[in-house]
C-alpha cells in the first residue's frame, strides 16, 4: 500500500518594499494620530511600493525567486502558480502569467485568485490538491497585493490600516504525512456591502463619476466587519484544532492574518495559545492582505520545526474566512 501523497510546504519567500509609511507621516496626511491607530490596530508602520508603474508582481517576483534559490531550482521547474491577490497588475492578464513570464517559468500554467485577505489560504489549499491528486510536483503558492494603490489616503478609517507585501511558498509531495493537512474555508456574499471596492468591475464599469466619487478605493465599515471577523477567524480555528483533536499544547505557532491586533489575540485565546505562540509582524507591515500570513512564514522561518503543528487563520473581504492545519516539513 503506498503512503497518502500531501502537499509539503519545502520552502518559503517573501519581499516588503522598502518605503516606510509610519503613523507619524500619517499624522500630517489626515486627521490621526500615532496612539490613536496603535491602540486599535496595533500598528507602527507598513511598507508602500513606490516607483512609476510598479506592480503587485514586481514584489511576487523577488518572493519567487528566494524560494528558487533556497530550494535549488530553475523558475523551469514550476508546474503550477497561483497568485491571491485584490490588486493584480491589470484586471487581465493574471498577474501569476506576468510573474511567470518575468521569471522564465516557462512549463507553468496559472491564475489569480481573488478572496481578499483570505486569499493565501483559499490559494493554499488549491495548491495543495494539485499535489495531493499526483498531476504537479512544484506548485507555487503566492499571497501579495499593493494595497496602496487602492487606498484612499484621505479616509483616515483605512488608510491607516493597509500596507504592500509578497509572501510564497513552494508546494511539493510528502509521503511522510507532513504538509497541508486540513482546511476549513467559509465564505458568505452578503458581507460584499461591508468590505468592498465599489467600482471598476462590470456592476459598476469605471467613468469619471467613479473616479470623481473616490470609488475605486477599498471601502470598510469597520465596525461590522471587525464582529464577522472576531468570531469568524476564531470560530474557524477551534472547529479545525477539534476536528483534528488537538489542544492549544500541541499547536507550536498559529500564524494569524495580520488584520488587527484585537482580532489576532481573540482568535489566541479562544484557541488556548499564549501569545508567545501567535506570529505578530502586524506594527512593522499592517495589513498587506492575502500577503500577510506568508510574510509570517517567512519571517518566522527558522523558528520553524519539522513536525510542528502550526494553524494558519484569515478573514476577509466577500465575507470569506478560514483555518488551515499544517504539519511543518522541514
Same mark, same amino acid.
Given at each position: 500500500?503506498?503512503?497518502?501523497?500531501?502537499?509539503?510546504?519545502?520552502?518559503?519567500?517573501?519581499?516588503?518594499?522598502?518605503?516606510?509609511?509610519?503613523?507619524?507621516?500619517?499624522?500630517?496626511?489626515?486627521?490621526?494620530?500615532?496612539?490613536?491607530?496603535?491602540?486599535?490596530?496595533?500598528?507602527?508602520?507598513?511598507?508602500?511600493?513606490?516607483?512609476?508603474?510598479?506592480?503587485?508582481?514586481?514584489?511576487?517576483?523577488?518572493?519567487?525567486?528566494?524560494?528558487?534559490?533556497?530550494?535549488?531550482?530553475?523558475?523551469?521547474?514550476?508546474?503550477?502558480?497561483?497568485?491571491?491577490?485584490?490588486?493584480?497588475?491589470?484586471?487581465?492578464?493574471?498577474?501569476?502569467?506576468?510573474?511567470?513570464?518575468?521569471?522564465?517559468?516557462?512549463?507553468?500554467?496559472?491564475?489569480?485568485?481573488?478572496?481578499?485577505?483570505?486569499?493565501?489560504?483559499?490559494?493554499?489549499?488549491?495548491?495543495?490538491?494539485?499535489?495531493?491528486?499526483?498531476?504537479?510536483?512544484?506548485?507555487?503558492?503566492?499571497?501579495?497585493?499593493?494595497?496602496?494603490?487602492?487606498?484612499?489616503?484621505?479616509?483616515?478609517?483605512?488608510?491607516?490600516?493597509?500596507?504592500?507585501?509578497?509572501?510564497?511558498?513552494?508546494?511539493?509531495?510528502?509521503?511522510?504525512?507532513?504538509?497541508?493537512?486540513?482546511?476549513?474555508?467559509?465564505?458568505?456574499?452578503?458581507?460584499?456591502?461591508?468590505?468592498?471596492?465599489?467600482?471598476?468591475?462590470?456592476?459598476?464599469?469605471?467613468?469619471?463619476?467613479?473616479?470623481? %466619487?473616490?470609488?475605486?478605493? *477599498? &471601502?470598510?465599515? !469597520?465596525? +461590522?466587519?471587525?464582529?464577522?471577523? @472576531? #468570531?469568524?477567524?476564531?470560530?474557524?480555528?477551534?472547529?479545525?484544532?477539534?476536528?483534528?483533536?488537538?489542544?492549544?499544547?500541541?499547536?507550536?505557532?498559529?500564524?494569524?492574518?495580520?488584520?488587527?491586533?484585537?482580532?489576532?489575540?481573540?482568535?489566541?485565546?479562544?484557541?488556548?495559545?499564549?501569545?508567545?505562540?501567535?506570529?505578530?509582524?502586524?506594527?512593522?507591515?499592517?495589513?498587506?492582505?492575502?500577503?500577510?500570513?506568508?510574510?509570517?512564514?517567512?519571517?518566522?522561518?527558522?523558528?520553524?520545526?519539522?513536525?510542528? %503543528?502550526?494553524?494558519?487563520? *484569515? &478573514?476577509?473581504? !466577500?465575507? +470569506?474566512?478560514?483555518?488551515?492545519? @499544517? #504539519?511543518?516539513?522541514?
Amino acid at each position: 500500500m503506498t503512503n497518502k501523497i500531501t502537499a509539503a510546504i519545502t520552502a518559503v519567500g517573501g519581499y516588503v518594499p522598502e518605503d516606510k509609511l509610519t503613523n507619524f507621516d500619517l499624522e500630517k496626511m489626515v486627521d490621526t494620530n500615532d496612539e490613536w491607530i496603535r491602540t486599535r490596530t496595533g500598528i507602527s508602520e507598513r511598507r508602500i511600493l513606490k516607483g512609476e508603474g510598479k506592480a503587485t508582481s514586481d514584489m511576487v517576483v523577488p518572493a519567487v525567486l528566494e524560494i528558487c534559490k533556497k530550494r535549488g531550482i530553475e523558475p523551469s521547474e514550476i508546474d503550477c502558480m497561483i497568485v491571491a491577490t485584490v490588486t493584480p497588475d491589470m484586471v487581465f492578464p493574471a498577474t501569476a502569467n506576468v510573474v511567470c513570464d518575468k521569471i522564465g517559468a516557462n512549463n507553468a500554467w496559472g491564475y489569480d485568485m481573488s478572496a481578499a485577505c483570505s486569499g493565501f489560504l483559499f490559494a493554499l489549499t488549491t495548491g495543495a490538491s494539485y499535489i495531493e491528486s499526483g498531476r504537479f510536483k512544484k506548485v507555487v503558492v503566492v499571497g501579495a497585493d499593493k494595497m496602496s494603490a487602492i487606498v484612499d489616503y484621505t479616509d483616515r478609517n483605512t488608510c491607516v490600516i493597509f500596507g504592500d507585501g509578497a509572501g510564497a511558498v513552494l508546494l511539493e509531495p510528502s509521503e511522510d504525512g507532513l504538509g497541508v493537512m486540513d482546511s476549513i474555508l467559509k465564505s458568505d456574499g452578503s458581507g460584499r456591502h461591508f468590505l468592498n471596492m465599489k467600482a471598476g468591475g462590470s456592476a459598476k464599469p469605471s467613468s469619471i463619476e467613479t473616479v470623481t %466619487n473616490r470609488e475605486h478605493f *477599498a &471601502f470598510q465599515e !469597520g465596525k +461590522t466587519v471587525f464582529k464577522f471577523a @472576531v #468570531k469568524g477567524m476564531a470560530d474557524v480555528s477551534a472547529e479545525l484544532m477539534e476536528r483534528n483533536q488537538l489542544n492549544g499544547a500541541d499547536i507550536a505557532w498559529l500564524v494569524p492574518h495580520q488584520a488587527n491586533l484585537r482580532i489576532i489575540d481573540a482568535t489566541a485565546e479562544r484557541m488556548g495559545l499564549p501569545k508567545e505562540k501567535v506570529m505578530i509582524n502586524i506594527q512593522r507591515f499592517g495589513n498587506t492582505t492575502a500577503a500577510t500570513i506568508p510574510l509570517c512564514l517567512w519571517e518566522w522561518e527558522k523558528q520553524l520545526n519539522k513536525g510542528d %503543528n502550526i494553524v494558519l487563520a *484569515a &478573514f476577509g473581504g !466577500g465575507f +470569506t474566512w478560514g483555518a488551515t492545519l @499544517v #504539519k511543518w516539513a522541514y
